[in-house]
Nanobody
């Protein structure tokens, strides 16, 4: 069982930066791949980024590639999402998720555990 708690969301102007954190409970965090997803009002939840269990592989949605960076610190049981050059269309609730296979996955159905989400609002 893994419990995930996101933090770091907030309001920022376009062009600004935020860093989201996702703290995980449980001794087996380092076995899990981790992903970030987001859901904007009136839209379906979408994939943002994922990182393998070791941190050796990452994958990004085209919409955030070059602006967002996912990383993890297995010693701290934490995964991060550094978001730079934010745009109004990045406004959403951001969720972190854990996948027991340990490999990078883009489909939310592959993930086993989810956090409660953190709001990110980008104003123009």
């Amino acid at each position: 069982q893994v419990q995930l708690v996101e933090s770091g969301g907030g309001s920022v102007q376009a062009g600004g930066s935020l860093r989201l954190s996702c703290a995980a409970s449980g001794r087996t965090f380092s076995n899990y791949a981790m992903g970030w997803f987001r859901q904007a009002p009136g839209k379906e939840r979408e994939f943002v980024a994922a990182i393998s269990w070791s941190g050796g592989r990452t994958y990004y949605a085209d919409s955030v590639k070059g602006r967002f960076t996912i990383s993890r610190d297995n010693a701290k049981n934490t995964v991060y999402l550094q978001m730079n050059s934010l745009k109004p269309e990045d406004t959403a609730v951001y969720y972190c998720a854990a996948d027991r296979t340990g490999w990078v996955m883009v489909s939310e159905s592959e993930y086993d555990y989810w956090g409660q989400g953190t709001q990110v609002t980008v104003s123009s």
